[in-house]
C-alpha cells in the first residue's frame, strides 16, 4: 500500500520532469524557458523526495530528504532569478 | 533489489555519460563545453553510487563536477572570445586538407587502438586472482588503523605517503598560481535575492564541512569532501561580491596553504623521532592522529581550491574597492556592511567600475 | 561475471578514448583541457569498476583512495592550466 502510494508519486514526479524538459528543448525564449524549468523541476523534485520519504519509513532519512527538497528549491530560485536578471543585463545597455 | 531494474538503469547511466562526453567535446562553444561537462561530472557522481562508491560521488559532486565546473567558467568568463575558445580545426590547420584528414583519422585510430588495450587490460583485472588481496589486507588491519571507514584507512594510515605528496601537489598547483599574476578580476555586490541565499548557505555549508570532516571517520566523508564543501562556500562569497572571502590575509594564509603538507610532516618527522617508521601511527593515538592530520588537511584544500578560483595573488582589499551598479541606490547598498564600500556611495565614477570586464561592465 | 564490471568498464575506456583525441586534436585551450579532465574521468571508471564486488558486498577500498587522490589532483592540475592560459593570452595581447 505504501509502496503502491510511493511509487504514484515517484512517478508523477518523474512526469513533472519530462515536462520541464519538453519545456526547455521547446519554449521560445531564455524566459519562459527557465520559468518551466524552475518551477516543474522543482514540484517534480517534491513529488519524488515525497515518494522516497514515504518509501524510506525512518523518520531521520524522510527529514533529510525534505530538507534537500527545500535547499535545491532556494538554490534553483537563486539561480534562475540571476541568471534572468543577467539575461535582462545583457539586453537593456545599462 | 531486481536485477533488470539495475541493469536498465546502468545501461541508461552509461549511455548519458558517453553522450554527454561526445557532446562536451564536439562542440565549438567554449561555455556549452562547460556546462555539459558539469552534467557530465553530476551524472559521473550518480554513476559512482550505482557503483557502491559513496566517497567518491561525494567528491566527485563537491570537487569535479561543482569546483571544476566553476573554475572553468571562471576562466571562459574572463576569455570569451579569444584564447580559450576558438574553431574546431585541427593544429595543423595551414596544411592542405589531405594532411589535416591524416591527423585526424591516425590519432583517432591511435586513440581506438588504446581503448581497445585498455580494455583488454580490464579483462585481465577482472579475471586476476589476487585482486582480493589489498582489499583483505585492508580489513585485516581495520581495527587498528583507528577509524572505521575503510577508504579513510587507506587515505591517512596504510597509504598517508600518497596522501602527503598529493597535498604537496595541491601546494605546488597554488605556488605555480599565485606566481602566474593577480588574481581575476571580482564580481558585483549580490542584490537581495542573492544576498539572502548567501546569508543561510554559507553557515550552512561551513556546517556541513565540518560534519562530513567528523563523520569520516566511520562513514562516507573525509577530509577532502570537507575542504571542497568549504571552498564552494568561499566560492559563493566570492560570487556575491565580497572582498575578503574568508581567506585571511598576508602571513596566515600562507600558513593555511601550507598546513596540510606541514601537518603531516610535523606528525610524521616526530613519530620517525620517536622510534616509530615515518607516517606509522601507534594504533593507540591512530584516531587523534588522524582527526588533527584532517583538520589541517582540511583547511590547507579549501585554502588551495578558493585560490584556484580567484586564479591568482589574491588582491589586498584597499586596491580595487568592490564596485557595485552605479545609478539609483540599490537594496543591497542599503543593506550590506559598511566595510565592503567606500564611504562615497554616490560616487559612481570610473574607479568604481575598474575591476570588471568589458561584458559585465556596464558603467 | 557481473554486467556492471563490463558496462561501466567499457565505457571508461571508450571515455578515455574520447578525451584523448579531443585533447590531441581540437584546437581550442578550454576544449583540450576539459578533453584531458574526461579522460581521467573515464581512468576513475575504469578503477572503480574494477573494485566493485557486486551488489550486497563490500567494494575494494584501495582503487577508491587512488581515484579521490585524483579527483583532487585533477583539480588543481586544471587550475593551474587555466592560469597558465590566462597568462598567456595576457602576454598575447600586450606584447
Same mark, same amino acid.
Given at each position: 500500500?505504501?509502496?503502491?502510494?510511493?511509487?504514484?508519486?515517484? +512517478?508523477?514526479?518523474?512526469?513533472?520532469?519530462?515536462?520541464?524538459?519538453?519545456?526547455?528543448?521547446?519554449?521560445?525564449?531564455?524566459?519562459?524557458?527557465?520559468?518551466?524549468?524552475?518551477?516543474?523541476?522543482?514540484?517534480?523534485?517534491?513529488?519524488?523526495?515525497?515518494?522516497?520519504?514515504?518509501?524510506?519509513?525512518?523518520?531521520?532519512?524522510?527529514?533529510?530528504?525534505?530538507?534537500?527538497?527545500?535547499? +535545491?528549491?532556494?538554490?534553483?530560485?537563486?539561480?534562475?532569478?540571476?541568471?534572468?536578471?543577467?539575461?535582462?543585463?545583457?539586453?537593456?545597455?545599462? | 533489489?531486481? *536485477?533488470?531494474?539495475?541493469?536498465?538503469?546502468?545501461?541508461?547511466?552509461?549511455?548519458?555519460?558517453?553522450?554527454?562526453?561526445?557532446?562536451? $567535446?564536439?562542440?565549438?562553444?567554449?561555455?556549452?563545453?562547460?556546462?555539459?561537462?558539469?552534467?557530465?561530472?553530476?551524472?559521473?557522481?550518480?554513476?559512482?553510487?550505482?557503483?557502491?562508491?559513496?566517497?567518491?560521488?561525494?567528491?566527485?559532486?563537491?570537487?569535479?563536477?561543482?569546483?571544476?565546473?566553476? $573554475? $572553468?567558467?571562471?576562466?571562459?568568463?574572463?576569455?570569451?572570445?579569444?584564447?580559450?575558445?576558438?574553431?574546431?580545426?585541427?593544429?595543423?590547420?595551414?596544411?592542405?586538407?589531405?594532411?589535416?584528414?591524416?591527423?585526424?583519422?591516425?590519432?583517432?585510430?591511435?586513440?581506438?587502438?588504446?581503448?581497445?588495450?585498455?580494455?583488454?587490460?580490464?579483462?585481465?583485472?577482472?579475471?586476476?586472482?589476487?585482486?582480493?588481496?589489498?582489499?583483505?589486507?585492508?580489513?585485516?588491519?581495520?581495527?587498528?588503523?583507528?577509524?572505521?571507514?575503510?577508504? =579513510?584507512?587507506?587515505?591517512?594510515?596504510?597509504?598517508?605517503?600518497?596522501?602527503?605528496?598529493?597535498?604537496?601537489?595541491?601546494? =605546488?598547483?597554488?605556488?605555480?598560481?599565485?606566481?602566474?599574476?593577480?588574481?581575476?578580476?571580482?564580481?558585483?555586490?549580490?542584490?537581495?535575492?542573492?544576498?539572502?541565499? *548567501?546569508?543561510?548557505?554559507?553557515?550552512?555549508?561551513?556546517?556541513?564541512?565540518?560534519?562530513?570532516?567528523?563523520?569520516?571517520?566511520?562513514?562516507?566523508?573525509?577530509?577532502?569532501?570537507?575542504?571542497?564543501?568549504?571552498?564552494?562556500?568561499?566560492?559563493?562569497?566570492?560570487?556575491?561580491?565580497?572582498?575578503?572571502?574568508?581567506?585571511?590575509?598576508?602571513?596566515?594564509?600562507?600558513?593555511?596553504?601550507?598546513?596540510?603538507?606541514?601537518?603531516?610532516?610535523?606528525?610524521?618527522?616526530?613519530?620517525?623521532?620517536?622510534?616509530?617508521?615515518?607516517?606509522?601511527?601507534?594504533?593507540?593515538?591512530?584516531?587523534?592522529?588522524?582527526?588533527?592530520?584532517?583538520?589541517?588537511?582540511?583547511?590547507?584544500?579549501?585554502?588551495?581550491?578558493?585560490?584556484?578560483?580567484?586564479?591568482?595573488?589574491?588582491?589586498?582589499?584597499?586596491?580595487?574597492?568592490?564596485?557595485?551598479?552605479?545609478?539609483?541606490?540599490?537594496?543591497?547598498?542599503?543593506?550590506?556592511?559598511?566595510?565592503?564600500?567606500?564611504?562615497?556611495?554616490?560616487?559612481?565614477?570610473?574607479?568604481?567600475?575598474?575591476?570588471?570586464?568589458?561584458?559585465?561592465?556596464?558603467? | 561475471?557481473?554486467?556492471?564490471?563490463?558496462?561501466?568498464?567499457?565505457?571508461?575506456?571508450?571515455?578515455?578514448?574520447?578525451?584523448?583525441?579531443?585533447?590531441?586534436?581540437?584546437?581550442?585551450?578550454?576544449?583540450?583541457?576539459?578533453?584531458?579532465?574526461?579522460?581521467?574521468?573515464?581512468?576513475?571508471?575504469?578503477?572503480?569498476?574494477?573494485?566493485?564486488?557486486?551488489?550486497?558486498?563490500?567494494?575494494?577500498?584501495?582503487?577508491?583512495?587512488?581515484?579521490?587522490?585524483?579527483?583532487?589532483?585533477?583539480?588543481?592540475?586544471?587550475?593551474?592550466?587555466?592560469?597558465?592560459?590566462?597568462?598567456?593570452?595576457?602576454?598575447?595581447?600586450?606584447?
Amino acid at each position: 500500500m505504501i509502496d503502491a502510494m510511493a511509487s504514484l508519486l515517484i +512517478v508523477s514526479g518523474l512526469g513533472f520532469y519530462l515536462a520541464g524538459s519538453i519545456g526547455l528543448l521547446r519554449l521560445p525564449d531564455l524566459y519562459s524557458r527557465l520559468h518551466a524549468l524552475t518551477k516543474a523541476d522543482n514540484l517534480g523534485l517534491g513529488l519524488l523526495t515525497a515518494g522516497l520519504a514515504l518509501h524510506a519509513q525512518d523518520l531521520l532519512i524522510a527529514l533529510k530528504l525534505v530538507l534537500i527538497w527545500l535547499a +535545491v528549491l532556494a538554490a534553483s530560485a537563486a539561480s534562475a532569478h540571476l541568471i534572468a536578471q543577467h539575461a535582462r543585463r545583457q539586453e537593456t545597455p545599462s | 533489489m531486481n *536485477t533488470t531494474a539495475l541493469l536498465v538503469l546502468d545501461v541508461l547511466l552509461v549511455f548519458s555519460l558517453l553522450s554527454l562526453a561526445a557532446a562536451a $567535446l564536439a562542440t565549438r562553444d567554449a561555455r556549452r563545453s562547460v556546462i555539459l561537462f558539469m552534467a557530465f561530472g553530476l551524472v559521473l557522481a550518480v554513476a559512482w553510487a550505482r557503483l557502491l562508491a559513496p566517497d567518491v560521488a561525494l567528491a566527485e559532486a563537491a570537487i569535479g563536477a561543482g569546483l571544476s565546473g566553476a $573554475l $572553468l567558467l571562471a576562466a571562459v568568463r574572463e576569455q570569451p572570445r579569444r584564447a580559450l575558445s576558438g574553431d574546431t580545426k585541427p593544429i595543423h590547420s595551414r596544411n592542405d586538407a589531405g594532411l589535416k584528414v591524416t591527423l585526424q583519422w591516425t590519432v583517432t585510430l591511435f586513440c581506438v587502438a588504446l581503448a581497445a588495450i585498455l580494455a583488454w587490460a580490464l579483462t585481465q583485472a577482472f579475471d586476476s586472482a589476487s585482486k582480493d588481496a589489498l582489499a583483505q589486507a585492508v580489513s585485516a588491519n581495520l581495527a587498528a588503523s583507528g577509524v572505521s571507514n575503510p577508504v =579513510t584507512a587507506v587515505l591517512l594510515n596504510f597509504r598517508a605517503y600518497d596522501t602527503l605528496l598529493e597535498l604537496a601537489v595541491l601546494l =605546488t598547483a597554488v605556488l605555480g598560481i599565485f606566481a602566474l599574476g593577480p588574481a581575476r578580476s571580482g564580481y558585483r555586490s549580490a542584490g537581495p535575492v542573492f544576498d539572502g541565499l *548567501t546569508r543561510w548557505l554559507v553557515p550552512v555549508l561551513i556546517l556541513a564541512a565540518g560534519y562530513l570532516l567528523w563523520v569520516g571517520a566511520h562513514a562516507p566523508g573525509g577530509a577532502f569532501q570537507a575542504g571542497a564543501t568549504l571552498a564552494a562556500a568561499g566560492v559563493v562569497l566570492r560570487l556575491a561580491g565580497q572582498r575578503t572571502i574568508g581567506l585571511p590575509q598576508g602571513h596566515t594564509l600562507h600558513i593555511v596553504i601550507a598546513a596540510g603538507v606541514a601537518m603531516f610532516l610535523v606528525v610524521g618527522l616526530s613519530l620517525l623521532v620517536l622510534g616509530r617508521p615515518f607516517l606509522g601511527y601507534p594504533p593507540a593515538l591512530a584516531g587523534g592522529l588522524i582527526l588533527l592530520i584532517e583538520c589541517a588537511a582540511m583547511l590547507a584544500i579549501a585554502a588551495t581550491l578558493v585560490l584556484a578560483f580567484l586564479g591568482g595573488r589574491p588582491q589586498p582589499p584597499s586596491v580595487n574597492p568592490a564596485g557595485a551598479k552605479p545609478g539609483a541606490l540599490s537594496i543591497s547598498m542599503l543593506r550590506s556592511r559598511s566595510r565592503e564600500f567606500p564611504s562615497d556611495t554616490d560616487s559612481h565614477n570610473a574607479e568604481s567600475c575598474r575591476g570588471f570586464n568589458e561584458e559585465k561592465n556596464r558603467c | 561475471m557481473l554486467t556492471a564490471h563490463w558496462l561501466y568498464g567499457m565505457a571508461g575506456c571508450l571515455i578515455v578514448a574520447l578525451g584523448l583525441r579531443t585533447a590531441l586534436l581540437h584546437a581550442a585551450l578550454l576544449q583540450r583541457l576539459i578533453g584531458i579532465n574526461v579522460m581521467g574521468a573515464g581512468v576513475f571508471l575504469v578503477l572503480i569498476a574494477v573494485a566493485y564486488r557486486g551488489p550486497g558486498l563490500a567494494p575494494d577500498p584501495v582503487p577508491h583512495a587512488l581515484v579521490l587522490t585524483g579527483i583532487v589532483v585533477a583539480v588543481s592540475a586544471t587550475a593551474l592550466a587555466l592560469a597558465l592560459a590566462r597568462r598567456l593570452a595576457a602576454e598575447r595581447d600586450h606584447g
